[in-house]
């Protein structure tokens, strides 16, 4: 179906109170294993059809943040989530201490069951008025930033529109565009720090009503985070610092010289090339159907889940001024649709939508179609491996977007993959700082972030930014107040996806059919059981990152 047509109706809560209380008494009725899995079958239809309609009208807010209708929805789901959330839990505990547990693991499998155990201790009925309350403050946060009116020529932007002028090949176009592009940040500042400081007092509050030191394990519980922990992370970011950050500054210098410039100013981030970035050809249309034409010509599979795509209306990638920032895949699991959200704006960034939110939603595609819907349930470092291998995959189709300029954007690609690592690791580390010391004023928050600027990338100079020097730059990174913790599974599967674009250049079919074995596998294994059955070395342990540089540097 096409998404324009997908029918919509406010979720009554009450009604799905009805449906769990019936669920959980026909749970307790059961006489055996096999009976209990028809009760979850049951299940798995309500938890479907409520989270089609949430999805529905998140990605039509989404679409335009000036809705009224949508707006209202946004409102009523904020409250009515955390609810939503106890009543799946408080189903899952009924499944998790049943008689016939054995036979559950069995038939659903161990991975579901210890995501299960992660859910009941950390969402609680107690919760319910923090969850709502950090609902209302992350909507606060997108609405404000969606709501950006940049002046520029006869235009005015938001800040998704304003990514072509910040890597401008002219860099006195790129400095006046950085200098509006944070100006909006500079005059929201004291609202986005409160925002933030509460976002923080109130996960901590959290925390410690479940009795955790702090936001940090309940954060890695909530991030489903079930085959490592904190202790595993901090030895990945000592990996990057150690055996990344140098190889990523020797590519910085080969841009700097690239560009001819004395050296890197904040202004040159994301800059590559001195005749600029290489640029899609065409219009959206035109590479939504270069990409489909690529993944036909990639493999059955992925040719099938493009058509479907395509036909059934499931990308908006329009950049328009009323529309949320950012880009996502999600999924609408009543018609076994993954849906790619993005901002196009006549960058190469168009491209990457085409890779990196469509190796999301094939994988989507794919264990959609698995019966066991907890399959489907991947945890996020896995999902951001499918992604963000795929757009290596990919790339021997880069002359359909680029023409004879498609060795520019493989080699701008690789450069900002590795790149990418210590950036995002830094946010993970400043994050893990802040909710160990939920005190931290707004002006000590933005001087860990400087001090960590200058570890993982001591190339940074904001000479001429008062606002980025005194360490702001992370209000602009919507992870950090959205999505908490998350960042770092970027980090982790751009090392899998590092591995894989070095294994794709000695046996291309080889790496690919491991690939396809990663997406089919992917919630029915732990990511750390994954790795070795794919064939890739597990970023955690001391020395993968370091083999993964040395190959990369040759």
Same mark, same amino acid.
């Given at each position: 179906?096409?998404?324009?047509?997908?029918?919509?109706?406010?979720?009554?809560?009450?009604?799905?109170?009805? %449906?769990?209380?019936?669920?959980?008494?026909?749970? %307790?009725?059961?006489?055996? /294993?096999?009976?209990?899995?028809?009760?979850?079958?049951?299940?798995?239809?309500?938890? %479907?059809?409520? $989270?089609?309609?949430?999805?529905?009208?998140?990605?039509?807010?989404? &679409?335009?943040?000036?809705?009224?209708?949508? =707006?209202?929805?946004?409102?009523?789901?904020?409250?009515?989530? !955390?609810?939503?959330?106890?009543? *799946?839990?408080?189903?899952?505990?009924?499944?998790?201490?049943?008689?016939?547990?054995?036979?559950?693991?069995?038939?659903?499998?161990?991975?579901?069951?210890?995501?299960?155990?992660?859910?009941?201790?950390?969402? @609680?009925?107690?919760?319910?008025?923090?969850?709502?309350?950090?609902?209302?403050?992350?909507?606060?946060?997108?609405?404000?930033?969606?709501?950006?009116?940049?002046?520029?020529?006869?235009?005015?932007?938001?800040?998704?529109?304003?990514?072509?002028?910040?890597?401008?090949?002219?860099?006195?176009?790129?400095?006046?565009?950085?200098?509006?592009?944070?100006?909006?940040?500079? #005059? =929201?500042?004291? #609202? &986005?720090?409160?925002?933030?400081?509460?976002?923080?007092? =109130?996960?901590?509050?959290?925390?410690?009503?479940?009795?955790?030191?702090? +936001?940090?394990?309940?954060?890695?519980?909530?991030?489903?985070?079930?085959?490592?922990?904190?202790?595993?992370?901090?030895?990945?970011?000592?990996?990057?610092?150690?055996?990344?950050?140098?190889?990523?500054?020797?590519?910085?210098?080969?841009?700097?010289? @690239?560009?001819?410039?004395?050296?890197?100013?904040?202004?040159?981030?994301?800059?590559?090339?001195?005749?600029?970035?290489?640029?899609?050809?065409?219009?959206?249309?035109?590479?939504?159907?270069?990409?489909?034409?690529?993944?036909?010509?990639? $493999? !059955?599979?992925?040719?099938?889940?493009?058509?479907?795509?395509?036909?059934?209306?499931?990308?908006?990638?329009?950049?328009?001024? *009323?529309?949320?920032?950012?880009?996502?895949?999600?999924?609408?699991?009543?018609?076994?649709?993954?849906?790619?959200?993005?901002?196009?704006?006549?960058?190469?960034?168009?491209?990457?939508?085409?890779?990196?939110?469509?190796?999301?939603?094939?994988?989507?595609?794919?264990?959609?179609?698995?019966?066991? @819907?907890?399959?489907?349930?991947?945890?996020?470092?896995?999902?951001?491996?499918?992604?963000?291998?795929?757009?290596?995959?990919?790339?021997?189709?880069?002359?359909?977007?680029?023409?004879?300029?498609?060795?520019?954007?493989?080699?701008?690609?690789?450069?900002? $993959?590795?790149?990418?690592?210590?950036?995002?690791?830094?946010?993970?580390?400043?994050?893990?700082?802040?909710?160990?010391?939920?005190?931290?004023?707004?002006?000590?928050?933005?001087?860990?972030?400087?001090?960590?600027?200058?570890?993982?990338?001591?190339?940074?100079?904001? *000479?001429? $930014?008062?606002?980025?020097?005194?360490?702001?730059?992370?209000?602009?990174?919507?992870?950090?107040?959205?999505?908490?913790?998350?960042?770092?599974?970027?980090?982790?599967?751009?090392?899998?996806?590092?591995?894989?674009?070095?294994?794709? %250049?000695?046996?291309?079919?080889?790496?690919?059919?491991? +690939?396809?074995?990663?997406? @089919?596998?992917?919630?029915?294994?732990?990511? *750390?059981?994954?790795?070795?059955?794919?064939?890739?070395?597990?970023?955690?342990?001391? /020395?993968?990152?370091?083999?993964?540089?040395?190959?990369?540097?040759?």
């Amino acid at each position: 179906m096409k998404f324009s047509e997908m029918p919509y109706s406010r979720v009554d809560i009450e009604q799905l109170k009805s %449906d769990f209380a019936g669920l959980m008494q026909e749970l %307790d009725s059961a006489k055996s /294993g096999e009976e209990q899995f028809e009760v979850h079958k049951k299940y798995y239809r309500i938890t %479907d059809h409520a $989270s089609t309609l949430f999805t529905i009208a998140e990605i039509r807010q989404n &679409i335009d943040v000036t809705d009224t209708f949508y =707006n209202g929805e946004k409102e009523y789901y904020d409250e009515v989530m !955390p609810v939503y959330e106890n009543l *799946t839990v408080a189903y899952q505990k009924k499944l998790y201490e049943s008689p016939y547990l054995p036979y559950l693991k069995e038939k659903i499998g161990p991975v579901a069951f210890k995501n299960i155990e992660l859910a009941m201790r950390s969402v @609680r009925p107690e919760l319910v008025e923090l969850m709502q309350e950090e609902n209302a403050l992350t909507t606060r946060y997108n609405k404000l930033t969606a709501s950006a009116k940049i002046p520029w020529g006869d235009e005015v932007l938001n800040l998704s529109l304003m990514t072509p002028y910040l890597h401008n090949k002219d860099r006195a176009v790129r400095k006046e565009a950085w200098k509006k592009y944070e100006q909006f940040f500079s #005059e =929201n500042q004291e #609202e &986005i720090e409160d925002i933030y400081d509460r976002l923080v007092r =109130n996960r901590t509050a959290q925390a410690e009503k479940l009795g955790y030191d702090n +936001y940090l394990p309940l954060g890695y519980d909530r991030m489903q985070r079930n085959c490592y922990d904190r202790r595993m992370v901090e030895e990945f970011r000592n990996q990057v610092k150690r055996d990344l950050v140098p190889f990523a500054e020797k590519l910085h210098e080969t841009r700097r010289m @690239r560009l001819n410039l004395p050296s890197l100013s904040y202004i040159d981030e994301g800059v590559y090339f001195l005749q600029g970035n290489p640029a899609p050809a065409g219009t959206p249309e035109q590479i939504l159907e270069s990409g489909r034409k690529m993944y036909r010509e990639l $493999s !059955p599979e992925t040719g099938e889940f493009m058509d479907f795509m395509c036909e059934n209306e499931l990308f908006d990638v329009l950049g328009r001024k *009323t529309k949320k920032t950012g880009g996502y895949m999600t999924y609408l699991p009543d018609y076994n649709a993954p849906f790619i959200f993005a901002n196009f704006n006549g960058t190469s960034g168009d491209v990457d939508v085409i890779t990196h939110e469509c190796g999301h939603a094939f994988q989507g595609y794919l264990s959609g179609k698995d019966p066991i @819907r907890e399959h489907a349930d991947i945890t996020m470092e896995t999902a951001e491996t499918h992604s963000m291998s795929m757009e290596f995959f990919t790339e021997p189709w880069m002359k359909y977007f680029f023409g004879d300029r498609a060795s520019d954007y493989v080699q701008m690609h690789f450069e900002d $993959s590795v790149i990418f690592v210590p950036y995002g690791t830094m946010v993970d580390e400043f994050q893990d700082i802040v909710y160990s010391n939920p005190g931290l004023s707004p002006k000590e928050r933005n001087q860990v972030w400087r001090d960590l600027e200058r570890q993982y990338r001591p190339h940074m100079d904001y *000479t001429g $930014s008062a606002y980025y020097e005194q360490g702001a730059f992370w209000q602009k990174q919507h992870h950090i107040f959205n999505h908490p913790l998350y960042y770092i599974d970027y980090c982790i599967a751009s090392v899998d996806a590092l591995q894989y674009k070095t294994w794709m %250049d000695r046996n291309y079919r080889e790496a690919w059919e491991s +690939y396809l074995k990663l997406c @089919r596998l992917s919630a029915s294994k732990f990511f *750390t059981e994954l790795l070795p059955e794919a064939g890739l070395d597990n970023p955690f342990e001391d /020395g993968c990152i370091r083999r993964v540089t040395a190959r990369l540097e040759k």
